[in-house]
């Protein structure tokens, strides 16, 4: 693959097609999208992928399991995973290569513009000045929700100079540590035991679901 030119598979038995996508990684500069007939092949190919390249970043944009009009919501997880995805490819923080996987009935949704996409991200770097009140804003239109502890994706709480983020996608929840309006650090933590992870020098958080509020809304 070179320069605009792009390379369609299909019909490639199933277990192969793995074997297929990771030889067209080795000769391709860039991602690789895989579109599967449904999540549960979905996962069969993520699962093969992650034994075939182990090195590898995979990402999953699973369709909704709801229909654009039910009276339900798509499933928490389900909205964590298409955000995350959506936010690594829209904010430029993913490698050189990578590969997509979706379904068809994903790939025939309607998404965000990139733009609108773009503009709804935040970013906190430590040693820099947070202005709480916008991150608590910024919070609350992008479908965080107000918690005393957060245990799931989606969840936020403010305690004194401490704010607690579990941002949809990621592996747990991170802490934020304010000194007076000066961001002092940012940890990731288990929830369940409170014991740091790792330290981060920067977060970007990115909205829970795809219904974005502005600030007019």
Known sequence: MRGSDHITIAGAPEGYDARLIVEELGKAPGPVLHVA???KRMAAMAAALRFFAPGMPVLQ??????LPYDRVSPN???????????????QGSLPDQFILLTTLNAATQRLPAREVLREATFTARVDARLDEAALRGFLVRMGFAQAPTVMEPGDFAVRGGIIDIYP???????????????????????????RTIARLDVIELAPVSEV???EAA
């Open 37 to 39: 007939r449904d999540d």
């Open 61 to 66: 944009f699973p369709g909704w399991d709801c």
């Open 76 to 90: 928490a997880d389900i909205s964590a995973a298409r955000m995350a995805t959506l936010a690594g490819l829209v």
């Open 168 to 194: 949809p996608g990621d592996s747990g929840p991170v802490r934020l540590d304010m000194f007076g309006d000066v961001l002092d650090g940012i940890r990731r933590f288990d929830p369940a035991t409170q």
């Open 212 to 214: 974005i509020l502005d």
